[in-house]
């Protein structure tokens, strides 16, 4: 439900949280309980929204007119900047069997 402002004669101004079905009515004063009309300010502030929500729709309103180019990088898996790729550890006997050192002595190798 969004938070409207409304502005009471008596008290001065105050915000209401309201269903959006009630957008145009008066809504009562919390103070004095008589019926203030609403403040045509702005759009409403929805508060059902959560803060990671927030996060993304404003980091995809930030880059949607300059999405990040992948042209100047390298491509996955390239190679170059990954360094040496080390070697498994996986031993082979004379009788052709796999074992894998220290990794899970109880799987049975194909």
Same mark, same amino acid.
């Given at each position: 439900?969004?938070?409207?402002?409304?502005?009471?004669?008596?008290?001065?101004?105050?915000?209401?949280?309201?269903?959006?079905?009630?957008?145009?009515?008066?809504?009562? $004063?919390?103070? /004095?309980?008589?019926?203030?009309? +609403?403040?045509?300010?702005?759009?409403? %502030?929805?508060? &059902?929204? =959560?803060? #990671?929500?927030?996060?993304?729709?404003?980091?995809?309103?930030?880059?949607?007119?300059?999405?990040?180019?992948?042209?100047?990088?390298?491509?996955?898996? $390239?190679?170059? /900047?990954?360094?040496?790729?080390? +070697?498994?550890?996986?031993?082979?006997? %004379?009788?052709? &069997?796999? =074992?894998? #050192?220290?990794?899970?002595?109880?799987?049975?190798?194909?």
């Amino acid at each position: 439900m969004p938070m409207y402002d409304y502005a009471c004669g008596d008290c001065g101004e105050f915000a209401a949280l309201r269903p959006l079905a009630q957008w145009r009515d008066p809504a009562p $004063c919390p103070q /004095c309980g008589a019926m203030a009309g +609403r403040i045509v300010g702005g759009a409403p %502030a929805i508060s &059902a929204l =959560s803060s #990671a929500v927030n996060r993304a729709r404003a980091a995809n309103e930030r880059n949607a007119n300059e999405p990040r180019s992948t042209r100047g990088g390298h491509g996955m898996n $390239c190679g170059c /900047c990954a360094g040496p790729r080390s +070697r498994g550890k996986t031993r082979t006997s %004379a009788d052709g &069997a796999k =074992s894998f #050192a220290g990794a899970r002595p109880w799987m049975i190798s194909h």
